[in-house]
């Protein structure tokens, strides 16, 4: 038998084989867009599978998914991310659209777009200067900033808010809106934040830092506002009572 004959038998094969390939990859990519509506159905799997994978204790309250053209799409409201007497992590709703083809390619979620709404977060600074932080919430801790800080490109939060509570007292920070961008180590956020007592309107911030884990991080952080409201902050500081003092 000639070389030529041999060749073009295990091309032939080599064809084959890629053609069905490719039509088993195409029917489990159109099995799994005909199962993603029905997503709801295994909201508990998918809150077990996380709790179990990265040792938190997330809650779901309802959970929806579907497609679009860069790949699966899942929409989740009433999510509990921390619970502990620290600190609490609430999002009202998430929506987040996964890049399928570069998440399979490069072998790790990949999102495009990735949107907070509703955020409440409260901080509570006396608490852990009072008691020691135990080893499984440093745990989830570290595993919520390697998700939004290295895992995923790209987020945005909207109509949150920060409370931070001190033994001075307590302040909240409202975030209208707040853009961050990850490129490897460098990782920038631009955004409008209201800091309840101070400011009247929008205070701008732009944030540029450096750094693979949040202990190490250093940058930039540029604000600008304007009609700023600080009455409030030196009637505690200096007791003043008159009605009449502004700025």
Do not use: C
Request: glycine share 6%; net charge negative; no cysteine.
């Amino acid at each position: 038998m000639s070389i030529s004959k041999v060749s073009n038998r295990w091309l032939n094969r080599a064809y084959k084989s890629i053609a069905i390939l490719l039509v088993i990859f195409a029917v489990l990519i159109s099995a799994l867009r005909l199962l993603l509506p029905y997503a709801h159905n295994y909201r508990t799997d998918l809150q077990d599978y996380i709790n179990q994978t990265y040792g938190s204790d997330i809650l779901i309250g309802s959970l929806n998914m579907g497609w679009q053209a860069s790949g699966p799409t899942l929409v989740a409201s009433n999510v509990s991310l921390l619970q502990t007497n620290e600190a609490e992590i609430f999002v009202q709703a998430f929506d987040m659209n996964v890049d399928f083809w570069q998440s399979l390619r490069h072998r790790r979620l990949i999102t495009k777009d990735f949107s907070l709404n509703g955020v409440k977060i409260l901080f509570d600074n006396t608490l852990v200067s009072d008691s020691e932080v135990t080893t499984s919430d440093s745990s989830l801790l570290n595993n919520l900033f390697e998700l939004f800080f290295s895992q995923i490109g790209r987020f945005s939060i909207n109509n949150s808010q920060v409370v931070y509570q001190s033994k001075q007292g307590k302040r909240t920070f409202l975030i209208d809106s707040l853009h961050w961008l990850n490129q490897g180590e460098n990782h920038r956020a631009r955004g409008n934040v209201i800091v309840d007592g101070i400011t009247s309107n929008n205070l701008r911030l732009n944030l540029d830092v450096q750094g693979e884990h949040i202990d190490d991080m250093q940058g930039t952080l540029y604000l600008d506002a304007n009609q700023l409201n600080i009455t409030p902050w030196l009637g505690k500081v200096f007791a003043i009572a008159d009605e009449n003092t502004h700025s």
